[in-house]
């Protein structure tokens, strides 16, 4: 679009950043959206208090805390499950979702560090602690939400490739760190076998919190 004052033929549009806002009850297909856009607002169906709500975040009233309930799907007929199985993710057929579950951003950063189990084994009629520190190491308040992942590395039905066992909601001024705790028994393990009855299967696991790991054995 040329101005109607002052032009010429070296005049070129200023780039402006994009924000994308979806207002919407189901995922569309936006991967060429994506690509333009420097941030992306999921608002859902907000409502008729919607409009002053995105408001609120797009001009930095509100730092968003908020995380992705779903794995958002990149293609046409390709949403799955977070804790699809590794046999589901081969070559040709990648689960390559837009935004995976449990994803977010803010206007400030988290550090985690720390992460320690109270043992390396687990009884059936023991417990593990699990232990991270999380760190704001942005600029502004912000609520963080912690999320505790395992995994089953092997047993008799194929595992899921993750499973959430655990989150929790943290506010943390700027620059300040918290110790966040997590307590896994033999029945956070449990999981339906062959027979469609709950069963718990000794066997390697593994822990992640944000991008750390741990290991441990249920006995």
């Not at 994308?20 to 690509?35: H, K, S």
């Amino acid at each position: 679009m040329r101005p109607s004052v002052g032009w010429s033929p070296n005049w070129r549009p200023r780039a402006r950043p994009i924000i994308t806002v979806l207002d919407e009850g189901r995922p569309r297909v936006i991967r060429d959206i994506v690509r333009h856009s420097q941030a992306v607002v999921m608002a859902y169906l907000p409502g008729m208090g919607g409009g002053r709500a995105i408001a609120d975040v797009l001009f930095g009233a509100v730092n968003p805390s908020g995380r992705l309930p779903v794995s958002y799907p990149r293609f046409p007929n390709g949403y799955t499950t977070y804790d699809y199985k590794a046999a589901e993710n081969l070559e040709g057929n990648r689960v390559e979702p837009e935004f995976e579950f449990g994803s977010g951003s803010s206007y400030t950063t988290f550090e985690y560090s720390g992460l320690k189990l109270s043992g390396d084994a687990l009884s059936h009629a023991g417990t593990l602690t699990v232990s991270v520190n999380v760190k704001n190491s942005g600029s502004r308040q912000r609520k963080e939400v912690v999320q505790l992942y395992v995994s089953q590395l092997c047993r008799s039905i194929s595992p899921p490739n993750k499973e959430l066992k655990g989150f929790r909601k943290i506010d943390l001024r700027a620059g300040e760190t918290s110790a966040v705790t997590f307590t896994l028994s033999a029945a956070d393990l449990a999981f339906v076998g062959l027979n469609n009855t709950w069963v718990t299967e000794p066997g390697r696991f593994r822990v992640k919190v944000g991008q750390l790991t741990k290991e441990f054995t249920l006995e």
